[in-house]
């Protein structure tokens, strides 16, 4: 739950800053269930580990990877959420280090559309079955 | 889900156009566990319900009221999303047509906000028991 967070916003660009009309958000507090005492935390080892996979890529990234506090999706962490201007805007969970490779893969997909509307067969299966709720893009 | 929804997004302006920052998205395909065929859908009932409370407040609308078709909350529906330029996203589910007032309520003070974040004690009970998800803002 996020009402421990400040009031301001505190997440910070993790990835370089790049020419990218995409964000992919990644929980760094999120615990999935673990103890409050490790560290790092689940949510934190998930965004390392696809900042480095990002950086190992040898294409330019369509998507910025950026750390965020609480997505407010605690019960179904770890979590990330896609978004853009002009996109619909998706939340995902049930996420860990094993769906680092397509994450990247569904990211990438969701920054080469518009509308951010991948159709349903081009999403990987993560997205399909860990989807938590989506939101239509700024009017 | 939503892997029934065309790939254009088809949500049209239910409230008048007004010179508002915010926007309360409603699923109007929702069915709430309801019955397939059931109609009006438990999500269109909300969505009414919402807009004829607006209409008939003194005060000019602090936001728009508009509809959406599914927010891929399905199981813990009806959904509604509270999203504005600049500010976090919050999508809320376990809604319906008993929450009209406090939904009213809870968008004007979040559309008050610059950022999105009203302080916790100060959401209704229905954004602090039933919220789904949330989006930093765009940046």
Redesign the interface.
């Known amino acids: 739950?996020?009402?421990s967070v400040p009031?301001?916003?505190r997440?910070a660009?993790s990835s370089e800053p790049c020419d990218v009309a995409a964000?992919l958000?990644v929980c760094v507090t999120c615990l999935a269930g673990e103890d409050r005492e490790t560290a790092p935390r689940a949510g934190r080892r998930l965004h390392d580990a696809l900042a480095d996979a990002q950086r190992r890529q040898d294409e330019p990234p369509r998507f910025r990877i950026?750390e965020?506090e609480?997505?407010?999706?605690c019960n179904r962490g770890c979590?990330v959420?896609l978004?853009?201007?002009g996109r619909?805007?998706?939340?995902y969970g049930d996420l860990n280090e094993t769906s680092v490779d397509d994450l990247l893969a569904g990211a990438s997909r969701y920054a080469a559309t518009t509308?951010g509307?991948v159709?349903?067969r081009e999403r990987p299966a993560i997205f399909?079955k860990g989807?938590?709720?989506?939101?239509?893009?700024?009017?």
Chains 1, 2 share one sequence.
Do not use: F, H, K
Not at 70 to 73: F, G, I, R, T
Not at 88 to 91: F, G, H, K, L, Q
Not at 131 to 139: L, T
């Open positions: 739950m996020d009402q009031e301001a916003s997440e660009a964000t958000y950026v965020a609480c997505l407010s999706n979590s959420a978004t853009g201007p619909w805007s998706y939340v509308d509307l159709p349903w399909r989807v938590i709720a989506r939101i239509p893009p700024s009017i």
